[in-house]
């Protein structure tokens, strides 16, 4: 391929599964993308196939694509996270002039985002990290798309990415979100928020299914009938539609698929900044620890034939079981959504990011795997109260879960009675009986650390900041 004309306005770098979706957008979109890829096949074998008849503009070398890129130049960066970004952005460097920008919209690491928008903004760079949430689907047809990092860019590149955004209600699913790292560490907290929201979802498959022993129809028409309510959700429609697909003999094709989760290690980062930061992300833990108990196939396998435990049926009439089964959902993604947002307020604080929840929230309304009627609800109520310090604090959230607690304990107890674990029901019910309760158990908990280490301990009838010790032997 020869040297073209300076005529595209981006240029795309990696055109696996996220890469040529979001390219097809943009061209769809009137924009002139050069596209680039490590393995050169995949660009000609693009040009030929998806990308044929459009403005898409293939490059061999990464030269010639940044031949192809009018100025400032924008590239964004679409290829598996970790050292292969770093190789891009230094082979990239030499060919750029400054105030051109390197978007990453992979699935980074927030402290490597930080780290490269340091890097980069101190040669003259921009540099943006981009979350972008909604699969292969979303990509195609407008993601929600979480960017940060060198402020000055952002007039270069905004109008692009809130053009392939989705819109709700007119409102591009894509804003600015702060400096450095911000955009790929509210990413991270949306993808431990959606394994908490899967999770949820999975306890309550399994308590219609093994539990109540529900045909694979029946389950569907509950998460039909919840999806009308305010668990109005993208993930309850799609789980909806997998109880209803079957297999090529017309048996539930969701009992043949093998009961061992994956993950990519978003949701543990997730879990892991909150561990750093001091947060209490539990739900998002735990749902992480059930698909790494899931994986344990072999050893499961073999231990229910030694370990035994109730029956795991529920003898409760369904209905009741159902109703206050949906409250257990909505409860617990209560819960998993103020954890969330605790962990996105003291991360903010820490770093300065001075992140936006009712923007954030705006933007996860649409495109992204956890869109729901339930972040319009959040959305409001930062709209409302920008300084709101928990979710559950807000009357809404607040109303809504204590009239969902009666059922959520229900459920809770049916499912320890029946031996059918619910991680994210009970540990959601743990942190909330224990964020309210005055007084926590940790008083022993001091007294022991000071038994045995001298740790010392703070009194309730005297100040805080003074610490006794006392021989206990
Ligand atoms: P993958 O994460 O599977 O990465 C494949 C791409 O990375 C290919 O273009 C590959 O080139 C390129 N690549 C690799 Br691998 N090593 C490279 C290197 N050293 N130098 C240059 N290119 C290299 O692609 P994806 O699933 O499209 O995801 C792209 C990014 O978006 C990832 O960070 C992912 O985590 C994130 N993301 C994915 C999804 C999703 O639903 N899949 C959703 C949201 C975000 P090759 O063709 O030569 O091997």
């Known amino acids: 391929m020869s040297e073209r004309p300076a005529r595209a306005d981006i240029g795309v770098v990696g055109l696996a599964v996220m890469g040529r979706n979001l390219v097809l957008n943009m061209a769809d979109h009137g924009y002139v993308v050069a596209v680039f890829n490590r393995t050169i ?57 400054p105030d051109d920008i390197i978007l990453d919209g992979g699935n980074s690491l927030y402290t490597d985002t930080i780290a490269r928008a340091i890097r980069l903004e101190k040669l003259g760079f921009g540099y ?3 979350g972008i949430s909604g699969g292969e689907e979303g990509a195609r047809t407008g993601p929600s798309i979480m960017p940060a990092g060198t402020y000055a860019a952002w007039p270069h590149v905004g109008p692009l990415l809130q053009d392939i955004a989705a819109k709700v209600d007119g409102v591009p699913c894509c804003d600015w979100i702060g400096p450095d790292g911000a955009g790929h560490y509210v990413k991270t907290i949306h993808n431990g928020i959606e394994y908490g929201d899967m999770q949820v979802l999975a306890e309550a498959y399994d308590i219609m299914n093994r539990g109540l022993r529900l045909p694979h129809g029946q389950m569907a028409n509950v998460f039909d009938s919840w999806n009308q309510g305010p668990l109005d959700s993208y993930l309850v429609e799609i789980t909806a539609n997998i109880m209803r697909a079957v297999d090529t003999d017309g048996e539930p094709l969701l009992e043949r698929i093998l009961d061992r989760a994956g993950q990519k290690g978003t949701g543990k980062w997730a879990v892991m900044s909150s561990m750093e930061i001091g947060q209490p992300t539990t739900l998002a833990a735990e749902a992480v620890y059930a698909r790494v108990v899931s994986a344990l196939l072999d050893e499961r396998v073999a231990t229910a034939a030694k370990l035994t435990g109730p029956e795991s049926a529920i003898a409760d009439p369904v209905d009741e079981v159902i109703s206050d089964l949906h409250d257990a959902v909505y409860a617990a993604k209560i819960v998993a959504y103020a954890q969330g947002y605790m962990l996105l307020q003291a991360a903010s604080e820490e770093h300065e990011w001075n992140i936006d929840l009712a923007s954030i929230s705006s933007m996860w309304r649409g495109g992204c795997i956890i869109r729901s009627r339930f972040l319009g609800e959040l959305m409001d109520v930062f709209a409302a109260d920008p300084d709101l310090r928990n979710v559950l604090l807000s009357d809404f959230f607040a109303d809504a879960i204590h009239k969902a607690q009666p059922g959520w304990r229900r459920t809770v107890a049916r499912a320890i009675a029946a031996g059918i674990p619910v991680p994210a029901y009970s540990s959601a019910l743990a942190f909330y009986d224990g964020y309210r309760s005055v007084r926590v158990p940790a008083n022993l908990i001091q007294a022991q650390r000071d038994y045995f280490g001298a740790h010392t301990y703070e009194r309730t009838d005297r100040p805080r900041g003074e610490f006794f010790h006392t021989d206990w032997e």
Do not use: C, N, Q, Y
Request: no cysteine.
């Open 41 to 97: 096949g995949k660009v000609d074998e693009f040009l030929a196939g998806e990308a044929a008849g459009t403005s898409v503009i293939g490059a061999h070398s990464l030269a010639e694509l940044v031949a192809t890129l009018k100025r400032p130049r924008r590239i964004l960066l679409m290829v598996k996270a970790g050292p292969a970004v770093d190789t891009l952005i230094d082979s990239l460097l030499p060919l750029l002039e």
């Open 128 to 130: 943006v990290g981009a």
